[in-house]
């Protein structure tokens, strides 16, 4: 997960440089059309073996759920700073934490709830909503994070059912064809420096996401989550040192009650997780 968020937070920057150069749809349809061709090796054996029509499922649904997140995503990030999108995606691990509880079964201890509503206020001190007009972008990235978040959820099923590559493989294919009518619909023709740029994001983007879910496999998502708010202090340094974006002392503040009430709760688990695996006493006798 701390790879994810590096392979991200680059993607972010990448994004962000375009400046909104091309209509969100077809900018999100070639960033996939490249991450597809990249998983193609790993694409081509599986298809040819198939699945089962409860995996298809699954990976029409997710599909569906990404196209509606990159599309908002990169609209978001052609309209407020990078620091401020990677801040409202913080809604985005506790939607999947929430989720996983109520639809996955997995344990949400009294602390995590806690830290849950400690994050959600750090993001309303972000969004700040009533003392600032709203922009546009924010909505967006708002509706973004509600995709990502039960996209994730899909992901983390199909990840107990096939190997990680194929769960990335087949979400890029899914979501190129999904986007597909939606770019041509707003074509404009890219420059070749344009295409150059949203390659590189394809390749942080689906390396960010294998990971990813690697991660889901290995562990719980009520663990694994909580390290993706780490981006935030990247995000900012890129923002600022970058692209000379204001350092706004809300967005740092919400974030930062966010990645310390999930930083504690994370370190809480890990205390819990070393006890479980130290043996009793009685263990090492007789």
Known sequence: MLVTGLCFVAVNGIVRGLEGALPAPQAAFIRFLFG??????????????????QLWAGFALRGALHVLGVVAWFYAMSRITVAEVTAIGFLNPIMVTIGAALFLGEKLALRRMIAIAVALLGALIVLRPGLRPLDPGHLSQICAAVGFGASYLVASRLSRQ???STVVAMMSLCVA???APLAIAVWTPPTLVQIGWLALVAVFATLG????????????????????????????????LVFHEPLDIWVILGGGLMIGSITYITWREAQKRARLKTPPVTATKG
């Open 36 to 53: 597809t061709a990249f998983m193609l090796p790993v694409l081509l054996p599986v298809l040819r073996r198939g699945f089962g029509r």
């Open 177 to 179: 064809i999904g986007l």
């Open 209 to 240: 996401h294998y990971t990813m879910t690697r991660a889901f496999a290995a562990a719980p998502l009520t663990v694994t989550q909580p390290v993706t708010f780490l981006q935030l202090i990247w995000a900012s340094l890129l923002g600022v």
């Open 162 to 164: 096939v190997p990680a």
